[in-house]
Structures are given as C-alpha cells and as structure tokens.
C-alpha cells in the first residue's frame, strides 16, 4: 500500500485529492493546524472522513523537528503541498502568516525530504498568482514571474524552492502551477462560492442582496476535482516537471454572476457604473445585486489565463467541464445545504 501525506487536508482540493488517494488503495495522512473553529466538512460531505485508511494529523508545517520526525515514522511516497494561507486580500492584511504557511512552509518539506529519504515525491501547489504583473497570454511554464501581492510573492518563491532542491539535490518536486479552480467544497471567501451560496439564500427568501467587488475581474476558471486528478497524475510520471494546470478560457465575475442568477430562473437587469452599479430582479423589481467598493482589490488589472498544452501533451490531462456546469453543481449543492 502507498502513503501519501497530504497537507491542508481541511481545504478544498486536499479533500478531493484524499478521496482520489483512498479510492486508488494509498493511506493517507492529511495534516491539519490548530483551529478553534476546526471542521473536517468537506471529508464528510465526500464521504471519506471515517474512511479506514485515512488518518488526520495535527502538524505546525513551520515546524522543522515535527516535519523530519512525520517523516521519519510515517514513510511516505508522496507528499502533497496543498497547505497555504490562500486568499488573496487576507495576504495584504496578514504578509507575515502568509510568507510562512504559503512560502517558507514547502521549505520544511523540502529539507525533511532531503535528509530522511530523498526518495520521497514532493507535489507542490503554486498558482497563476505568480505571473501577477504579465503581458504574456496566455502564460506558459515558461513566462516571467511578476507576483503582485504578498500571496503571489510566498507561492514565487515556494515555486522557486522546490525547483532548487529538485535541480540541487535530485529530489523528485513537481510543481503545478494552478489556476483558479471552484466547487461545491470551494470556501465562501471565493467569489464563486460567495456568489452561489448566496444567490441559493436569495432564491430561498434568506438574503435579500448580493454585495460583490468588480464583476468585471477576469479569471480562468476549472473544476477542483479534475485538477486533483492532474496532481496525481504528475506524482507518477518517471522525472518530475512544472505544469500549467489551466483551461484557457477566461470569464468575467458578471458572467459567472449571471450564470448563477439563471441556474435559479432569475433574469437580472443591470444598472448603474463602476461603484454605483447594481442589478435587479426583473421578475419582482427587487436589487439583488450592488457592487460594494470594500470587495475591490488594489493593483488588480492584469489577464491570468493559462495555457495548458504542455500538460495536455504529456500526461493526456484536459479540463473538461465548463464553467456554467460548475456553476450549476455548486447552486444544486448550496440549495440543499440551505435546506438542511
Ligand atoms: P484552501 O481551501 O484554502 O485550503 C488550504 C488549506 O491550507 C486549508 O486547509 C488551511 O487550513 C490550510 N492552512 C492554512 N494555513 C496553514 C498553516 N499555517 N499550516 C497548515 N495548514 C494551513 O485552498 P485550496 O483551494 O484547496 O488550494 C489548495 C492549494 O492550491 C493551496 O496551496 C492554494 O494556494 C493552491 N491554489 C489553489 C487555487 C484554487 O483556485 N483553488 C489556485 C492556485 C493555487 P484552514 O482552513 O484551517 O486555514
Ligand atoms: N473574493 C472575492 N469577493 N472576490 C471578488 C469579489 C468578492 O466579493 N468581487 C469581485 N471579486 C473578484 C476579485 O477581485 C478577483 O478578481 C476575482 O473575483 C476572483 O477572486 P477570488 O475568488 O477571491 O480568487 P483569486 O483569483 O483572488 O484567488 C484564487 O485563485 C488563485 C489562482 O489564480 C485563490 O484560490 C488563490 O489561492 C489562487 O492562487
């Protein structure tokens, strides 16, 4: 039986992974911090919590002794990096938490790797977030890196970590660059998530308004599972690489807004510009919809769309679903949860 230790298992992907693991015959370890407010609901909404062979583990990932003494009891094949401090706009507000648990943390990793068994295989997170300031589109394994915010500049320089010890040491660390990817599992600090749960409280007469920042923000969006299935992927190819994990296609905030609406059989009208916009029920005249200014970002203007032919042409790995049928899978899942 393979042992994968997989970090951030109280996540989104890290619970879409645990199930592909267990489901492939692996033990897994999924690693958790210490949280007043600790939930494991995305392992029971899977229906994997209680699974025989996975075992959840507290473990500080800034904690070096810890990491090389997990390491050394626990013998894993495989590690999976998804353990991060992953909002954006909490990046500006908490650099310090962020640079550790986004950047330094895969550090810890790596050194373990290095001195208990180099033969350990190391997937490591990183994101679109590094190409921030680009002029490329859409980007490559091979385009600049120009990170713009304290997220994007921790993932840059994880990335940067796991290439050195993989050139340094022949550690096997491969490394998916990852756009953005939702799901009924997504946390509600996301937009999309944010939108569906709300626009199932609104369609069930439990929230009147939807407050969101630019509906014109534009993102490369996937399905979470399918980008789980790429990580594993990538840990069973012979000699480890960096792969774009994207869908190229780009869609704005207001299209995935408008999806969401419909899916509910609400046809939204919008009205007013920039901070004063809003949008309204056409069927009961009511605002649903304002743009709240507070939601805005700073220095948010670039395109991130990612090209995922490398990928695509090694391993076979294509995102399929799109994103109005995510949309309608995570309304269908925040429906059911309103009712409960
Ligand atoms: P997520 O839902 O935010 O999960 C991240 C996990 O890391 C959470 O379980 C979180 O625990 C944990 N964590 C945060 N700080 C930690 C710390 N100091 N020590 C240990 N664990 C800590 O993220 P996700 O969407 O599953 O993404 C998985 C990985 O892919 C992350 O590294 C993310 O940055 C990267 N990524 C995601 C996307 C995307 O679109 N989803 C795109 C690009 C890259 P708490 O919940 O308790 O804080
Ligand atoms: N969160 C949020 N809330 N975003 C909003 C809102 C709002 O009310 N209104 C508009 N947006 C816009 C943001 O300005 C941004 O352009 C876009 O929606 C997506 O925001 P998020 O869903 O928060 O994701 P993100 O793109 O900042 O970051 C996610 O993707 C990255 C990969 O590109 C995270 O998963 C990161 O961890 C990941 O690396």
């Known amino acids: 039986m393979k042992k994968a230790i997989v970090t951030g298992i109280t996540g989104q992907d890290a619970a879409y992974l645990a199930k592909l693991l267990l489901s492939k015959n692996y033990k897994v370890y999924g690693t958790y911090k210490k949280e007043n407010d600790l939930s494991f609901w995305r392992l ?14 507290e473990y500080d990932l800034l904690d070096l002794d810890a990491t090389m003494d997990m390491f050394k009891s626990l013998k894993p094949d495989e590690v999976y990096n998804l353990a991060a401090q992953s909002h954006v706009p909490k990046s500006f507000e908490a650099p310090i938490e962020t640079v550790g648990a986004t950047g330094l943390g895969v550090l810890h990793i790596l050194e373990a790797i290095r001195y208990v068994d180099t033969n350990i295989k190391l997937f490591q997170a990183s994101s679109s977030e590094i190409f921030g300031k680009t002029h490329i589109y859409p980007q490559t394994e091979e385009t ?3 990170p713009r915010n304290p997220y994007g500049v921790s993932k840059a320089f994880a990335h940067m970590m796991s290439i050195n010890y993989r050139e340094t040491y022949g550690i096997f660390a ?21 939108i569906t749960s709300s626009v199932a409280k609104i369609k069930l ?14 993102r490369d969006w996937g399905y979470a599972q399918e980008y789980a299935q790429a990580m594993y992927l990538m840990m069973q190819e012979e000699v480890p690489q960096t792969y774009i994990l994207a869908t190229n296609r780009v869609q704005t905030v207001r299209d995935f807004v408008i999806m969401a609406f419909k899916a509910v059989d609400i046809e939204l009208e919008f009205r007013g510009s920039d901070e004063n916009e809003f949008a309204i029920d056409l069927k009961t005249r009511k605002v649903v919809l304002e743009v709240n200014p507070i939601f805005y970002r700073p220095l948010e203007k670039e395109l991130l769309i990612g090209n ?26 925040d429906l059911e949860r309103c009712l409960r």
């Not at 229906?47 to 959840?56: F, I, K, M, T």
């Not at 308004?209 to 534009?218: F, P, R, T």
Request: aromatic share 6%; net charge positive.
């Open 205 to 218: 007469g439990q929230l009147d308004v939807l407050k969101l920042g630019n509906l014109d923000a534009k």
């Open 44 to 57: 029971q909404e899977l229906g994997v919590e209680d699974h025989p062979h996975l075992e959840l583990l």
């Open 308 to 333: 995922p032919k490398k990928i695509q042409e090694r391993l076979g790995w294509q995102a399929k679903t799109s994103l109005e049928e995510i949309c309608k899978i995570m309304l269908k899942a």
């Open 174 to 194: 491969c490394i998916g660059i990852l756009y953005n990817h939702e799901s009924p599992l997504r946390g509600e600090a996301f937009v999309t998530r944010k």
């Open 144 to 146: 600049k890196f120009y």
